[in-house]
């Protein structure tokens, strides 16, 4: 038997379980292939990685003595939930985007069946902690391709930050700018309130954490440089 944890809460507080271990999914690359009269074989172009549906069963345990009135109060613990792991497998978690339920089989009164269907983000993720960097330092990417990282510069005015070859420029900072760039957002968030700040970034891309070991460096009054890496597996 086995339970997952839904925003870290396992399914087992809402007498859920998982009867079986279930199949590992992997996401799948959107590759172009263009046929070239005069080249020889295929031109291809690698692009983004599709999100993956993992089917999944549930059962309720044992002691659930009503599971229509269970199966109700259960379903809205999979639809709010944003980060899924799996018992057996608990240093990793997948992004949840979406979940389709299957029609429950409820033959008795105490016992019920149901499949989930989840949309994942395509990664698996690393459970990592926000580290600062030191100025010429690198960190090494623990997963198995780029990710793409949180990062707080604490400085004032205008500042260069490199990351082995890629280069982001900073304009008029008078203390901090944050940088989600898997949403690919500028902000700062203070007391809680949460401010645009695109405008402070010349650079249209935002950084990525190559596979391999990650170089900082920087121009300017830079305090320091907060990094929360993300590291992923496809």
């Known amino acids: 038997m086995y339970t997952a944890l839904i925003d870290n809460v396992s399914c087992s507080d809402y007498g859920l379980c998982i009867p079986e ?113 030191n100025k010429g330092s690198f960190i090494q990417n623990e997963g198995t391709i780029y990710s793409q990282p949180y990062i707080k510069i604490y400085g004032t005015g205008n500042i260069t930050l490199s990351i082995n070859s890629q280069t982001f420029i900073f304009e008029g900072l008078t203390d901090f700018i944050e940088l989600d760039c898997d949403a690919m957002i500028a902000f700062r968030t203070v007391n809680g309130v949460i401010t645009i700040a695109d405008n402070l970034m010349k650079t249209l891309d935002f950084p990525v954490l190559e596979e391999g070991k990650n170089y900082f460096d920087w121009i300017g009054n830079v305090a320091k440089i907060e990094v929360n890496p993300y590291w992923r597996y496809f």
């Open 21 to 133: 271990r279930p199949n590992i999914v992997t996401a799948e690359q959107d590759i172009d292939t263009k046929l070239i009269r005069g080249r020889n074989g295929s031109l291809t172009i690698p692009y983004a990685y599709n999100d993956v549906d993992h089917e999944i069963p549930f059962n309720f345990l044992d002691d659930v003595k009503d599971f229509k009135q269970t199966y109700r109060i259960a379903k809205p613990y999979f639809k709010r939930g944003s980060k899924f792991i799996m018992s057996d497998d608990p240093h990793v978690y997948r992004k949840m985007k979406k979940v389709q339920f299957g029609d429950a089989e409820n033959t008795i009164r105490e016992y019920g069946y149901f499949d989930v269907t989840f949309t994942f983000d395509p990664f698996e993720y690393i459970t990592t902690q926000t580290i600062t960097i």
